[in-house]
């Protein structure tokens, strides 16, 4: 089994890269020690700082195809509980789980004195490290605390220098992706003095209206304010945030991961990205501590596959291999492949094609063939296009099969329906043989006119039905930099015209 | 009553029970969930394998968004009947059978149910999309009150048509009230749609037999005291155009010695009897029905349900030929249908009733004209089943008197109406016909797409004779 254990920021040791984010799974003492039991490495306490009262209610979510949170929103803040009576929890877990990482997360007043006291009262309760939350984007920060100290570079960088005077284990800055460029706030927590960041903490957001009675989510008393949202959503946003910071010559501190982490699979794209840890909360609270078990279990296994001994061994890996967009190879072409003995007919990449991609992916004899190019710009310049053809633009029509044609572009030849069943007729129009749905429903790429853009093979429900396929186009690799360059120097090549 | 001491007889509670709902509902999450598996297919198969062509993925999208009034205004655009439709269809051989999901090792969309919870909404929330049309001063008569005349009566009304439907029984519906199983479909739910048909103008008038004379033939019907005769010839007159949706007359006789004895009934009489009767209903403890089509299942397993200890289904041929959908004779099979093949009934035995069954043995021999092998008997193999009630299931008749009556009716060589595919059109021009009378005895979708058809058909040919 693969040596899954960190050591972030030199002195705060976990025996794996999972760690519970700041937030309501973390609000006690009782709750990180099931954790740590459950399998955790590690807890970044719910934020301490002076209590709170907070609202009912408090979470909202945004459910997806009958999938419940796939986003979470929250307008909870940070503990509601004594100073003394988390800091004294924090010395009881520490004492029991010598070995797991806690980490306080703290919020106090922009004041030098207040933050000298939270820091020396933290460490004395026996917190490996201080997670300063310049993070959070509600309620705190109108009172000039979270984001309000994370959305300014100066502020940031200066209570960040604060905390550094009287700290004795590692500082890391929780920043908030509710800002432009997210390195301008890593880069100050560095000149701060920070040991690490953990990015990122959750966005700004309405999850939802009520369309009954008109207010948005979560109500409290027919009213709601703005919350963070987090969970599954977020993730693609926060692998972007974070490699930016681990990509930023400038920082070159340890990133713990956070943003809709809920299986390895994300973990592992953390790390990948250059994480040092990972941090879990909306997961959490969605299925509770055991999902640590699968999430210690896959990477342990995938590392195993991979030969990766230590988290080392592919940490940060997939940095390098995302560039600027100028740096791609522009020579570089796949197209479509459509693979009929898998097709099931349903037709979704025909329509992706024709309605939002580029109209070459077709369906034979079904007045749904290749338009040839003059056809396609004749329907552009608005000139009617030959009656028989696809794009002949007109009113839906009633088919003889009964239903309306929905796709307008589509003149009256469409395939027929079922025949109706087989009566005797008098007048028979059709045949009795029912259609052979499956092999007419099979749609073919236009290899020609395919520019490789991945929709339809996003939107195939079967795997590996759609397949991209490279096509050797015999050209050297040359990005869109290389040819602005030699661009550039064939037209100063050029004879100056006499 | 011979067999008086060998009814069965169970309580309502038991009937209840054992008649149950055989598709319980979506919950309103469930129905969510399963709406977002459906891919949303570009031209989907389902629409294309509906008979009425509901716009299947549309209206399960709608549910997917929690539109149920427009998902429930999506099916009865298409169908009339998306209720009925939701219960009684094989949706397995239709738009289920169809789905694409079928090709992916995945179920199907179970595209009856989300179309019953729209429906039930729909019954919920009274919700009735539709209004009749600006009166145009053209009447048509609708033959018959099953699902082809509703369908084509709730079309036409939206037309403008004042459109009268002739009903022999006390209640209309058809089979819908009187012939499908209890567990799928109730009479309370075949008489909702009635009701939303009754709403768009279109005037019932029940216990009428259409009869008496008509303009070039004469027509005898059987003289029945409790029903009202109209004869065809006044129809004519009074009415610009008639729909005949007629359905199937009587069960086909065995034609075996024995068939007056008390004990044999046919399988729609007994289907009826038990759905208005219900625990009242009457049948024995050995019941042996004869035929294995759909029908001769929903008499086997309504026996059962009403407590019969012992339900067999007797057929010439084998299993491989029984004309039953294949999740019809699973259901048969587990209820404990005992099923006797390859057997045919020769003669009943009985003083005054049903005490045995006289049976050969078959063997299947060459393809006959369907393709199906042909039974032929095992010489001495004569057997008995001991049973107190027989059920007849042989498929049903035509109603040769009445459409003999109609003039210039084309039929088929076995006696269906001949029409016009497109627009149901019969031989004479004054006449539609669509359904069981058409095709032969199909679904009641199909019942549904006729009388669509029929009324567009109407429409046009009315419009262009001014």
């Known amino acids: 089994m693969a040596d899954l254990s960190v050591t972030f920021a030199k002195t705060i040791k976990s025996p794996n890269p999972f760690w519970l984010a700041s937030a309501p799974p973390t609000n006690s003492g009782f709750q990180v020690m099931r954790a740590f039991d459950a399998g955790w490495g590690g807890a970044v306490w719910k934020t301490i700082g002076e209590p709170i009262v907070n609202t009912t209610s408090r979470y909202s979510s945004i459910d997806y195809n009958g999938v419940r949170m796939m986003g979470l929103n929250n307008i909870e803040l940070i503990t509601d509980r004594p100073i003394e009576d988390n800091l004294r929890e924090i010395y009881e877990v520490k004492k029991r789980f010598p070995h797991h990482a806690v980490i306080a997360s703290l919020m106090v007043d922009s004041k030098r004195e207040t933050w000298h006291d939270i820091v020396k009262r933290t460490e004395d309760a026996g917190a490996d490290g201080l997670e300063l939350n310049f993070g959070c984007p509600h309620g705190m920060s109108e009172r000039g605390m979270g984001s309000a100290v994370g959305q300014v570079p100066e502020y940031c960088e200066m209570i960040t220098a604060w905390v550094k005077e009287v700290a004795r284990t590692p500082v890391l800055i929780k920043l908030t992706p509710n800002v432009t460029n997210i390195a301008l706030i890593g880069r100050a927590a560095r000149k701060g003095g920070a040991d690490g960041l953990s990015a990122i903490n959750t966005f700004n957001s309405i999850t939802s209206i009520d369309l009954d009675d008109l207010a948005p989510r979560p109500k409290v008393s027919g009213k709601s304010a703005h919350g963070g949202y987090c969970g599954p959503a977020v993730k693609p946003i926060a692998l972007n945030m974070v490699h930016t910071l681990n990509a930023d010559p400038e920082i070159r501190i340890p990133v713990s991961g956070i943003g809709g982490i809920a299986t390895w699979q994300d973990a592992a794209e953390f790390i990948l990205l250059g994480c040092s840890s990972v941090q879990v909360c909306t997961a959490v609270m969605h299925y509770g501590f055991r999902i640590v078990e699968d999430m210690i279990d896959g990477l342990s296994n995938w590392m195993d596959e991979k030969g990766f001994k230590t988290l080392d061994d592919f940490r940060g890996a997939s940095i390098a291999r995302l560039e600027d967009w100028g740096n791609l190879d522009l020579n570089y072409k796949i197209i479509a492949s459509i693979d009929p003995e898998k097709c099931i007919g349903c037709d979704l990449c025909h329509i992706a094609c024709w309605d939002a991609a580029h109209q070459c992916i077709h369906i034979e004899g079904e007045g749904r063939e290749a338009p040839t190019r003059v056809e396609k710009e004749s329907a552009m310049n608005f000139l009617a296009p030959p009656a028989h053809h696809p794009l002949h633009v007109h009113e839906p029509v009633l088919h003889s099969r009964g239903i309306t044609t929905r796709y307008v572009g589509l003149s009256g030849n469409g395939r027929q329906g079922q025949a109706p069943p087989p009566t005797t007729s008098l007048h028979s129009s059709t045949e009795d043989a029912p259609p052979a749905l499956r092999s007419n429903r099979v749609p073919y790429v236009d290899e020609e006119e395919c520019v490789g853009c991945n929709l339809c093979w996003l939107v195939c429900p079967v795997d590996s039905c759609i397949t991209m396929k490279e096509v050797r186009t015999g050209l050297p690799f040359e990005s869109f930099n290389d040819r602005t360059k030699r661009l550039a120097k064939v037209s100063t090549c050029e004879p100056p015209s006499t | ?466």
């Open chain 2, 1 to 466: 009553m011979a067999i008086k001491n060998k009814y069965v007889q169970i309580s309502p509670e038991e009937f209840d029970r054992n008649f149950a709902d055989i598709h319980p509902p979506l919950t309103p999450n469930a129905a969510v969930i399963e709406a977002s598996r459906c891919l949303f297919c570009f031209d989907a198969p389902c629409t294309i394998a509906c008979p009425t062509h509901i716009d299947v993925p549309k209206f399960i999208k709608k549910i997917a968004t929690r539109n149920l009034r427009g998902s429930a205004r999506t099916i009865l655009e298409a169908n009339i009947l998306g209720a009925s439709c939701s219960k009684v269809c094989p949706v397995e051989v239709l738009c289920e059978g169809a789905c694409v999901m079928n090709h992916h090792n995945e179920k199907p969309i179970q595209i009856a149910l989300l179309q019953r919870h729209a429906m039930d909404w729909a019954h919920d929330h009274q919700f009735q999309p539709f209004v009749p049309g600006t009166a145009n001063g053209k009447k048509v008569a609708c033959i018959g009150g099953g699902p082809a005349s509703l369908a084509c009566a709730a079309e036409l009304a939206q037309l403008g048509y004042a459109v009268t439907i002739f009903e022999r029984k006390p209640l209309a519906g058809g089979l819908n009230t009187y012939g499908i199983a209890e567990y799928k479909l109730t009479p309370e739910d075949a008489l909702r749609e009635v009701e939303s048909v009754r709403k768009l103008g279109v005037k019932f008038e029940c216990k009428v037999e259409i009869g008496g004379q008509s303009s070039s033939g004469k027509l005898d019907s059987i003289p029945n005291p409790t029903l009202r005769s109209v004869s065809l010839q006044s129809l004519e007159r009074d009415f610009d155009a008639i729909f005949v949706g007629i359905g199937l007359g009587d069960t086909t006789d065995l034609e075996v010695p024995g068939e007056h004895l008390e004990g044999v009934v046919d399988a729609l009489t007994f289907i009826e009897d038990y759905k208005t009767k219900r625990t009242k209903c009457k049948v024995g403890r050995r019941v042996a029905v004869i035929g294995a089509g759909n029908t001769a299942i929903d008499a086997a397993t309504a026996a059962v349900r009403l407590g019969v200890p012992e339900v067999r289904m007797v057929y010439r041929r084998s299993e491989a030929e029984m004309p039953a959908f294949a999740y019809e004779y699973e259901l048969a099979k587990g209820d404990g249908v005992i099923f006797n093949w390859r057997t045919q009934p020769v003669k009943i035995h009985g003083k005054k009733a049903v005490e045995k069954l006289e049976c050969v043995s078959m063997r299947l021999g060459k393809p006959d004209k369907t393709g199906r092998r042909r039974p032929e008997p095992v010489p001495r193999s004569k057997f008995f089943i001991e049973c107190d009630m027989v059920i007849k299931s042989l498929g049903q008749t035509k109603h040769d008197d009445f459409l003999k009556a109609v003039p210039l009716l084309k039929r088929s060589r076995d006696g269906r109406v001949l029409v016009d595919e497109k627009t149901c059109q019969t031989s004479n021009p004054k006449f539609f016909a669509g359904g069981d009378c058409v095709n032969g005895g199909r679904e009641v979708v199909d019942a549904v797409a006729d009388g669509k058809k029929a009324a567009h058909g109407i429409e046009t040919w009315i419009r262009r004779n001014g």
